[in-house]
């Protein structure tokens, strides 16, 4: 079964980047995702890359993947007030439709 | 892009009484959906998994006649939570997969409050 795990807490000053971790264990080819939530709302989908990719970039968003260590990053670049929030890694098999969740980091921008 | 609503957004019911939950996509067919509970300051915990036509697939440990679920139609999924106790008090969240992509799009969740 699939393990997702995340470190809980991130505080960055505003301008700054951010970088959130996250390890998981399926073995089997798998998409990963990075979602983010605000207070009180659902999910907002942010990126995802397939584990036959290295890296994704997309405008501030970068997301990097050790396939060897099973280490999925997130980058946020210049990060700002607006995204502080609590960011969630998931996992999916590509033979299933269930996302596995990691238990989310809340990141905390500071002026 | 692909947008899934949730009605409604946050209710207050009584101990005993039964609540119902909609989940809809609303730009796209959704065969399967999925039930989410969320408790403060956790991840999401998958529920079930709503298939349209057919009988929902409960996770283990989540009691199909407590938390019963219809998806009578490719755009629209209810949950209804019967006979609703204060530990049932949660953030439920459902998620739609758009047929077209398989991706999966979340609703803005339903705040349930049972006194």
């Known amino acids: 079964g699939e393990d997702v795990e995340q470190s809980l807490f991130l505080s960055v000053r505003e301008g700054d980047s951010s970088v959130i971790n996250c390890t998981y264990t399926d073995s089997s080819s798998t998409y990963l995702y990075w979602y983010k939530q605000e207070p009180g709302a659902g999910l907002q989908l942010l990126t995802y890359?397939?584990?036959?990719?290295d890296m994704k970039q997309d405008q501030r968003l970068t997301v990097l993947l050790n396939k060897k260590d099973k280490h999925l990053s997130l980058r946020i670049a210049d990060t700002q007030t607006g995204d502080s929030a609590i960011y969630f890694c998931a996992e999916r098999p590509s033979n299933d439709y269930k996302l596995s969740f990691g238990a989310g980091t809340t990141v905390t921008v500071r002026a | 892009g692909a947008v899934v609503s949730q009605h409604p957004s946050w209710v207050i019911c009584k101990s005993g009484t039964s609540v119902k939950i909609e989940c809809r996509s609303l730009?796209?067919?959704?065969?399967?959906m999925f039930w989410y509970r969320q408790f403060p300051k956790q991840s999401l915990m998958l529920m079930a998994t709503s298939n349209e036509g057919s009988k929902a697939t409960y996770e283990q440990g989540v009691e199909k006649d407590k938390f019963l679920i219809n998806h009578a139609s490719l755009t629209l999924s209810t949950l209804t939570v019967t006979s609703a106790h204060p530990e049932d008090s949660s953030f439920y969240i459902c998620?739609?997969?758009?047929?077209?992509?398989?991706?999966?799009?979340f609703g803005p969740g339903t705040r349930l409050t049972v006194l």
């Open positions: 730009d796209f067919q959704a065969t399967t």
């Open positions: 998620s739609a997969r758009d047929q077209a992509n398989n991706e999966q799009f």
């Open positions: 890359i397939f584990s036959n990719m």
